[in-house]
């Protein structure tokens, strides 16, 4: 997993149904510091304005901080969300790993409480487990996961699809960057769906390289469909071992 930064810039890829915007833009910035050693520090804001078909446009404002330890036992979160002219919702809270697997949630802003099986997977460690599937050749991997969104409160049942690994250099300048060059990358797509869902609350599809680096995001929300090309990437030297 490298520690980096990327910036990706959003375009309307489709729209359709009574809800299709007119027309939406924006960016996704993605910021990991850390190793394997000491845990991963996440820093994610996405910014997306949408033209709906009659009315004024709406700029929705999603920002998250989180912290997973290496061992994902401790998962640190904090995100604010907001659109249009709306006061922000906040949300912030640990997770804990017990001895027995099972994870603890405690909120503070709002102050809650929730268990969840020992299965359940904090978001780095999801990410790794997609990269490890993909590694052995698996075509699917199904996981719960406990990212700290929304309530704070609220588990995903996830699905990915993991195609078959690509080693050509895309033809796009983010695809040429030098830490990517002769790297494997595999496509996925990721479902997200809430408990009780038939259909998925959103899906997540991209080229995701060994490294843990994504590029050609797609973003499908049901309505519409945004577009995330990467546009700028810086990706720190890699870490050296453990210490003892």
């Not at 375009?11 to 924006?26: D, E, H, I, V, Y």
């Not at 050693?37 to 446009?57: I, K, W």
């Not at 989180?66 to 919702?89: H, I, L, Q, R, V």
């Not at 680096?213 to 990467?230: E, M």
């Amino acid at each position: 997993m490298a520690a980096h930064h990327a910036v990706y810039k959003l375009s309307l890829r489709s729209a359709k149904g009574t809800n299709a915007p007119a027309s939406a833009s924006g960016a996704i910035d993605y910021d990991v510091t850390g190793s394997a050693c000491d845990g991963y520090t996440t820093n994610f804001r996405q910014l997306v304005e949408v033209q709906p078909a009659e009315g004024d446009s709406k700029l929705n404002d999603m920002t998250s901080n989180t912290f997973e330890n290496e061992a994902a036992t401790d998962y640190t979160f904090n995100t604010k969300t907001s659109s249009g002219d709306d006061t922000p919702d906040t949300v912030a809270g640990k997770a804990q790993r017990g001895a027995d697997g099972r994870i603890a949630v405690d909120t503070k802003s709002p102050k809650g409480h929730a268990d969840f099986a020992s299965d359940v997977l904090f978001p780095t460690q999801h990410l790794r487990h997609i990269i490890a599937a993909a590694e052995r050749g698996d075509k699917i991997l199904s996981a719960d996961i406990f990212d700290g969104s929304e309530t704070g409160k609220k588990l995903f049942h996830t699905l990915t699809v993991i195609g078959a690994p690509l080693t050509d250099a895309p033809d796009d300048p983010a695809g040429q960057a030098e830490a990517l060059k002769g790297m494997r990358r595999w496509p996925v797509v990721i479902s997200y769906f809430e408990d009780g869902k038939d259909q998925p609350d959103y899906v997540l599809s991209s080229d995701l390289y060994e490294n843990g680096i994504s590029r050609a995001l797609k973003l499908d929300y049901g309505d519409f469909v945004l577009a995330g090309a990467l546009d700028q990437l810086t990706v720190a030297p890699p870490a050296g071992p453990c210490k003892k």
